[in-house]
């Protein structure tokens, strides 16, 4: 089906699927054609959405990611962001790296389908788009090399790995390392007609207490033109970011490419042209990733910072970081979203505001005041699923009413 073809289709698709609330809408096209980011993630590591535990048949993990694209279309989403090279592996037949073993149990061993391509392909029959989701750094959520399969490149080249926090790490200044991710992640994108290329927030990995981050062989190799060691670091992400977007561009034109970040640059204290935040992270400093930097220079197609926070908080207030990225994204071509922090509602480990089936519909009420704001992303698919108090349904009803298109 063609792009065109496509987008037609979502609008009369999505205008007659079942919304939130379990109520059927009622057939019918939009009476305007609204544009606007609806998306959710689909994470796979650790099994968080998807599938629900390793080890199902091909046709139990193929229906319940079917099921996950029907949600996403039944509440009148438009974009699925689907976690495809969780820990430095893969979610399609792969020359590069194994299997994931988040699919049969066992790293490297074939599931006998192919989720990335069903994906693609279902998720273009309901009208939604499919952006493949690429972790660049994680090797593994262990620190044992002699765990992953006997043929994992970071067993042939243990000199890439860094060991940190109890996990496994690509170094991320090795321009080998980075050569390597580029060629593993543009394998995908070269196979399947995604509509777009997707980075998380894991770059340089988030600090850990009383631990140190060991590339003194890289920094005294290739650190040697930068006055730091930091400044090296955000140089390296740097080149990933420029050069992914440049494959993507090469290889798939009409692909976008989005990074989405942890949601605070920097705190006004810390920097002036920060936000008016207290966080105890902040990404330019923490992973080495100048967000800010991405969008204003314009190398990055989308950005969607997480805002994962209530209106109101104290340390990273949503009322203030909203208007700090629209301020950012104004006059870039960089499209900014905002990432939504559904898996928060209703669990009572969280803040009061979080228990308020009302509080996430505030915020799409809120960024509306900001016309650089083109839509949000919802973290994450489970709870999309289950709703436990309501806030999907919520947003659904607020602000969901009619389908809307993807932005282009």
């Given at each position: 089906m063609g792009r065109l073809s496509r987008r037609v289709f979502a609008l009369a698709a999505l205008s007659t699927l079942t919304t939130a609330s379990g109520a059927a809408a009622e057939p019918r096209h939009p009476r305007r054609t609204t544009t606007e980011m609806r998306g959710v993630w689909l994470a796979?590591?650790?099994?968080?959405?998807?599938?629900?535990?390793?080890?199902?048949?091909?046709?139990?993990?193929?229906?319940?990611?079917?099921?996950?694209?029907?949600?996403?279309?039944?509440?009148?989403?438009?974009?699925?962001?689907?976690?495809?090279?969780?820990?430095?592996?893969?979610l399609w037949p792969s020359p590069y790296e194994p299997w994931s073993q988040y699919l049969?149990?066992?790293q490297g061993k074939n599931p006998g389908w192919d989720p990335l391509g069903t994906a693609v392909t279902e998720a273009h029959k309901r009208g939604l788009e499919l952006h493949a989701w690429f972790n660049p750094y994680r090797v593994a959520n262990h620190a044992d090399p002699t765990k992953l399969v006997a043929?994992?490149?970071?067993?042939?080249?243990?000199?890439?790995?860094?060991?940190?926090?109890?996990?496994?790490?690509?170094?991320?200044?090795?321009?080998?390392?980075?050569?390597?991710?580029e060629a593993a992640i543009l394998d995908a994108v070269r196979k399947y007609p995604v509509d777009g290329v997707h980075?998380?927030?894991?770059?340089?990995?988030?600090?850990?207490?009383?631990?140190?981050?060991?590339?003194?062989?890289?920094?005294d190799r290739h650190g040697g033109a930068f006055p730091n060691r930091a400044d090296w670091r955000r140089d390296n992400i740097d080149q990933l970011v420029r050069e992914t977007a440049a494959g993507v561009r090469r290889v798939r034109p009409a692909a976008r490419f989005g990074v989405s970040p942890f949601g605070?640059?920097?705190?006004?204290?810390?920097?002036?042209?920060?936000?008016?935040?207290?966080?105890?992270?902040?990404?330019?400093?923490?992973?080495?990733?100048?967000?800010?930097?991405?969008?204003r220079e314009g190398w990055?197609?989308?950005?969607?910072?997480?805002?994962?926070?209530?209106?109101?908080?104290?340390?990273?207030?949503?009322?203030?970081?909203?208007?700090?990225?629209?301020?950012?994204?104004?006059?870039?071509?960089?499209?900014?979203y905002l990432g939504e922090a559904l898996y928060k509602a209703g669990d009572p480990a969280q803040p009061a505001a979080w228990q308020d089936p009302a509080e996430l519909s505030r915020h799409l009420t809120l960024a509306r005041r900001h016309p650089q704001v083109g839509g949000h992303v919802f973290f994450a698919a489970r709870e999309l699923a289950s709703d436990p108090i309501g806030a999907m349904a919520r947003v659904v009803a607020d602000h969901y009413q009619e389908p809307a298109l993807p932005p282009r």
């Amino acid at each position: 089906m063609g792009r065109l073809s496509r987008r037609v289709f979502a609008l009369a698709a999505l205008s007659t699927l079942t919304t939130a609330s379990g109520a059927a809408a009622e057939p019918r096209h939009p009476r305007r054609t609204t544009t606007e980011m609806r998306g959710v993630w689909l994470a796979t590591v650790s099994n968080r959405d998807w599938p629900s535990r390793p080890g199902l048949t091909a046709a139990q993990q193929r229906a319940e990611l079917i099921g996950h694209l029907d949600r996403a279309a039944a509440d009148r989403l438009n974009t699925v962001f689907f976690q495809v090279r969780p820990t430095a592996d893969a979610l399609w037949p792969s020359p590069y790296e194994p299997w994931s073993q988040y699919l049969t149990g066992t790293q490297g061993k074939n599931p006998g389908w192919d989720p990335l391509g069903t994906a693609v392909t279902e998720a273009h029959k309901r009208g939604l788009e499919l952006h493949a989701w690429f972790n660049p750094y994680r090797v593994a959520n262990h620190a044992d090399p002699t765990k992953l399969v006997a043929s994992h490149p970071a067993r042939r080249h243990p000199d890439w790995v860094v060991p940190y926090g109890g996990k496994l790490y690509y170094n991320p200044g090795m321009p080998e390392v980075r050569a390597f991710v580029e060629a593993a992640i543009l394998d995908a994108v070269r196979k399947y007609p995604v509509d777009g290329v997707h980075f998380d927030d894991y770059f340089y990995p988030y600090p850990v207490a009383g631990q140190t981050f060991d590339d003194d062989a890289a920094y005294d190799r290739h650190g040697g033109a930068f006055p730091n060691r930091a400044d090296w670091r955000r140089d390296n992400i740097d080149q990933l970011v420029r050069e992914t977007a440049a494959g993507v561009r090469r290889v798939r034109p009409a692909a976008r490419f989005g990074v989405s970040p942890f949601g605070v640059w920097r705190n006004a204290a810390t920097d002036p042209l920060g936000s008016d935040t207290r966080a105890g992270v902040q990404s330019y400093d923490d992973n080495f990733a100048d967000t800010r930097k991405w969008v204003r220079e314009g190398w990055i197609d989308y950005l969607v910072p997480q805002l994962y926070w209530n209106i109101g908080f104290a340390a990273a207030d949503y009322a203030k970081l909203v208007p700090w990225w629209a301020k950012q994204a104004q006059g870039s071509r960089t499209r900014l979203y905002l990432g939504e922090a559904l898996y928060k509602a209703g669990d009572p480990a969280q803040p009061a505001a979080w228990q308020d089936p009302a509080e996430l519909s505030r915020h799409l009420t809120l960024a509306r005041r900001h016309p650089q704001v083109g839509g949000h992303v919802f973290f994450a698919a489970r709870e999309l699923a289950s709703d436990p108090i309501g806030a999907m349904a919520r947003v659904v009803a607020d602000h969901y009413q009619e389908p809307a298109l993807p932005p282009r």
